[in-house]
């Protein structure tokens, strides 16, 4: 049998993708039809992202798996005309090993309150060590793939971190809380936040100016999960305030974020362009192989959606 697979993912995805899949497909010793334009009755996999033209699944009828090249669903997970299995994108060596980068990274940066030092225009001499890790307690939001790997990693540099989830969770070095009780003893007293939840409708404006207020003051906040998790009225009433001393902010509401919007000029905020993580090539194609060969073998997809979650 030779696998029909779509790949719906846009034509400059496409140049990048194609190879490596090639390559990841034969290596899994799939034999398949592979390419950006299938005759519909045919189509048994699509490899897509949410940003795609293709919005009507119905179309397929014998359609087994939609495999999404992202990891954050919300914009494919409400699809009515989607009722097959979706496959998000969980990959550890890139997509999770970059976002641990990245969150590592900037939580040591307003830790060890590196700012002062790189940018010294008065060439202060400021001879005040920062406090160590263990005197800085962390609470991450969301300990799915990316939540737990990040916490696990900031544990392991020292830091006492507390994370949060929906449902009960064991974690290696971490305090886990759970639903809507943990949520305040989480945030309280804490010096970083770092969101790393989904976008669904339980979580649109968590971080609301009363959960803001349960932080410690001065407290760090990095978002590289959702614009929506957090209230930007509140956040910039926090910052203008003292109650929240820099928010490091890699997705937002509107994205490009507009020009002219107060994040950017916002002297205690730092802006960075999505780009905590992303799909890396080889490995999501290899992610995309794999389980194109368990639809084969009739064995079950990994790292499915729950559509009723929403994530
Ligand atoms: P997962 O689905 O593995 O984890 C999501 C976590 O959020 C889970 O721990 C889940 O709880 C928790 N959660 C969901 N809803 C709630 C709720 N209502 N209350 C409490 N906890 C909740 O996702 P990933 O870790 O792979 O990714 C997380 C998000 O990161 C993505 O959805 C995406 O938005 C974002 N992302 C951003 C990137 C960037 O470059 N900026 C790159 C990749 C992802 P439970 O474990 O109990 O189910």
Redesign the pocket.
């Known amino acids: 049998m030779v696998a029909q697979v779509l790949f719906a993912a846009g034509d400059k995805r496409w140049r990048l993708y194609e190879a490596p899949l090639r390559e990841a497909l034969e290596a899994a010793g799939i034999a398949c039809e592979l390419a950006t334009d299938l005759p519909r009755e045919t189509v048994e996999y699509i490899v897509y992202a949410p940003d795609s033209e293709l919005q009507d699944f119905s179309v397929f009828p014998r359609l087994k798996a939609v495999l999404n090249l992202w990891?954050?669903v919300e914009g494919v997970v409400g699809n009515k005309t989607l009722t097959v299995p979706l496959a998000r994108m969980?990959d550890d060596e890139g997509?999770t090993q970059g976002?641990v980068e990245w969150v590592t990274g900037h939580a040591l940066r307003h830790h060890l309150g590196m700012d002062a030092h790189i940018i010294n225009p008065g060439h202060v001499w400021r001879a005040k060590a920062p406090p160590l890790a263990s005197d800085r307690p962390v609470t991450v939001l969301?300990?799915?793939?990316?939540?737990a790997a990040c916490g696990q990693a900031l544990a392991r540099l020292g830091f006492p971190v507390t994370g949060?989830?929906?449902?009960a969770?064991q974690l290696d070095g971490l305090r886990c809380l759970?639903g809507a009780d943990g949520l305040d003893k989480a945030l309280r007293g804490a010096q970083v936040v770092v969101l790393?939840?989904?976008?669904?409708p339980?979580?649109r404006n968590l971080l609301n100016a009363e959960r803001l207020a349960l932080l410690a003051p001065g407290a760090f906040i990095l978002n590289?999960?959702?614009g929506t998790l957090i209230d930007d009225e509140a956040l910039l009433a926090a910052l203008d305030g003292g109650q929240v001393g820099h928010a490091t902010l890699?997705?937002f509401r509107t994205e490009p974020l507009p020009r002219g919007h107060p994040f950017w000029a916002h002297p205690r905020v730092t802006v960075t362009p999505?780009?905590?993580?992303?799909t890396r090539i080889a490995p999501a194609a290899r992610v995309v192989a794999e389980n194109i060969r368990r639809g084969e073998a009739g064995a079950p997809f990994l790292h499915l959606v729950d559509r009723a979650a929403g994530?």
Request: charged content about 15%; aromatic content about 6%.
């Open positions: 990891a954050g969980v997509l976002m969301g300990l799915g793939v990316l939540g949060w989830s929906r449902t969770k759970h790393l939840l989904p976008d669904t339980a979580t590289p999960g959702r890699d997705v999505h780009i905590a993580s992303e994530y």
